[in-house]
């Protein structure tokens, strides 16, 4: 669904008309915050994002790099795999040690630094996307909810204007939309066995504080 098709759909929800009273750059704002509260909730396979660059030394990620992190803990270089430790490891490892840590932020960025071995050549890795900003009309969601997006929009926006009860109709059919994207996900992914609880739902306290 497009930048315009999500306006649309939000005036719809709303106000029950496609030509909404709301302005754009409120419906706007809203659409594309929801669009961040998704994406920030779970490691949905249609946000992942393969990148073949070339590094030599400290190496800067993707502006679009999200805190989730890379898929595999891992990268290629030149052939190779390098995996990811944490800073506190790097006095146990020896000097030829393959291995990098990740810093920085979602505000100021990531960079990945490599402490052992420097390498040099072409880097593949795969890592899990931060929701490009929707702003020109044709622009495409990532998500492939996009009524989802509008009832966590919607929500959002009655928040703000105090109108909380309402808003808990809205955002809990968002949250069960996102829930059904991630089922619809894992279902095409291989199973892992986990021995954390499976959150089943989520009541209203909860869901206030989330948005």
């Known amino acids: 669904m497009n930048y315009e098709e999500l306006l649309t759909t939000f005036s719809l929800l709303y106000e029950q008309v496609s030509s909404a009273s709301t302005d754009v750059s409120t419906r ?40 989730h992190g890379f898929v595999k803990d891992s990268v290629l270089i030149a052939g190779d795999l390098w995996t990811e430790i944490r800073p506190d490891e790097v006095s146990f490892l020896s000097s030829d040690s393959q291995v990098f840590y990740k810093t920085g932020n979602s505000k100021d960025g990531w960079k990945i630094y490599f402490p052992k071995e420097q390498p040099e ?10 929701h490009p900003d929707l702003v020109d009309s044709t622009d495409e969601t990532i998500i492939p909810d996009g009524e989802c997006i509008c009832n966590i929009a919607v929500g959002r926006f009655l928040k703000s204007e105090g109108e909380g009860d309402e808003a808990m109709t809205w955002l809990q059919d968002g949250e069960n939309g996102i829930m059904d994207m991630n089922k619809a996900d894992k279902a095409t992914q291989p199973v892992r066995r986990t021995k954390r609880p499976i959150r089943t739902g989520i009541d209203k306290n909860s869901l206030n504080d989330m948005y």
């Not at 994406?39 to 805190?67: A, C, M």
């Not at 050549?121 to 931060?130: A, D, H, L, N, V």
């Open 28 to 67: 706007g704002q809203f659409i594309n915050l929801a669009c961040q509260n998704i994406t920030n909730r779970f490691q949905f396979s249609w946000r992942i994002k393969t990148l073949e660059d070339t590094v030599s030394g400290t190496y800067t990620l993707p502006t679009d790099f999200h805190h």
């Open 121 to 130: 050549g072409t880097i593949i890795f795969s890592y899990f996307m931060k």
